[in-house]
């Protein structure tokens, strides 16, 4: 059974930072997609970023605009585990963060591409 689990959320200062983590168990998703989303309240599921490993230290990444720069999105295959270090958080940055792991090997922005979901972890930057 696959499963992902997110931690590292909590509740962060405007220009705080945060990193996220994403553990995945029952598969490995060496070279497979891993994406970020986010929710926010009364709003659509939210790309962020992903990352294809490519082979050797090799990765692509690849992110939304409004968080490039500000976000950094890394894995470690030995651990079989994904991250997010988010930078420079703003209060528009509140959300739940969801990882997300596909069966594909493109960094797609869409959710209908990622089969495996983790649960979430709220980050809430205050004002």
């Known amino acids: 059974q696959v499963q992902l689990v997110e931690s590292g959320g909590g509740l962060v200062q405007a220009g705080g930072s945060l990193r996220l983590s994403c553990a995945a168990s029952?598969?490995?998703?060496?070279?497979?997609?891993m994406g970020w989303f986010r929710q926010a309240p009364g709003k659509e599921r939210e790309f962020v970023a992903s990352?294809?490993?490519?082979?050797?230290?090799?990765?692509?990444?690849y992110y939304e605009d409004s968080m490039k720069g500000r976000f950094t999105i890394s894995r470690d295959n030995a651990k079989n585990t994904v991250y997010l270090q988010m930078n420079s958080l703003k209060p528009e940055d509140t959300a739940v963060y969801y990882c997300?792991?596909?069966?594909?090997?493109?960094?797609?922005?869409?959710?209908?591409?990622?089969?495996?979901w983790g649960q979430g972890t709220q980050v809430t930057v205050s004002s």
């Open positions: 029952g598969r490995t998703f060496s070279s497979n997609t």
């Open positions: 997300a792991a596909s069966e594909h090997y493109t960094l797609s922005r869409s959710p209908d591409d990622y089969a495996y």
């Open positions: 990352i294809r490993w490519i082979g050797g230290s090799t990765f692509y990444a």
